[in-house]
């Protein structure tokens, strides 16, 4: 990456990635607002009776003097944080930075964008497919919304923070207790083989996640 845009006599600042402390502001703004919106997912489907959330045991130990079970769950959590922003700032900087920003030199923002979402989910197929296909739609959306967040900020930092947060909460949720659906309904509404994007809710809080950031970006 550092080399084409060498070659190309482009900074990475044409990819939207700028060093300024309003880009850490953004994150953080965007991270906020993931973890918001899984929050309001699984407490909407806890209440009604869809999900149960069981606690790792040494995270229930909470009247005992040993604080070692906190300081490794706090480990276990800033470590998934970090990974989680490598990650994002990874693929953000790939996908709504140096592909888009090309695709967008001979085609309209519509279609660059829907192109680079169609990429973004597709690479996703490495890691498990059987699992994955099911949540190509909802992947392909992801990428819609993250290239509408990086409209509102002309940046990646919104992105990259919204993309870390989904990835932290997700992970974090799995990492320190055991996540099961109930079965109450279909597996479509809640999400294929349990994953979120590969549901009906998963799909409704991006549809609601897009809404926002078309709103802000119209406001702005």
Partial sequence: MGYLSQVENL???SYGWFWQISTGILMVLGLSVAILSLVVLLAFEWILGWINWQPQPPLELTTSPQSSTLFSAVCSLLSILLLAFWI????ELVFRGFVHYHLQQDYTLVIAATITSLIFALTHLIWNIQETIPQLPGLWLMG??????????QGLGLAIGLHAGLIWGITSIQ????LTYTRRVPPW?????????????GITMLLMLAGLFWTVYNLG
């Fill in 88 to 91: 994002s700032a990874t693929e």
């Fill in 144 to 153: 819609m919304v993250l290239t509408l967040a990086c409209l509102c900020d």
């Fill in 11 to 13: 900074s990475f600042s």
């Fill in 175 to 178: 990492t320190l207790g055991t």
């Fill in 189 to 201: 509404v809640t999400g294929i083989a349990d994953q979120p994007l590969a549901g009906g809710m």
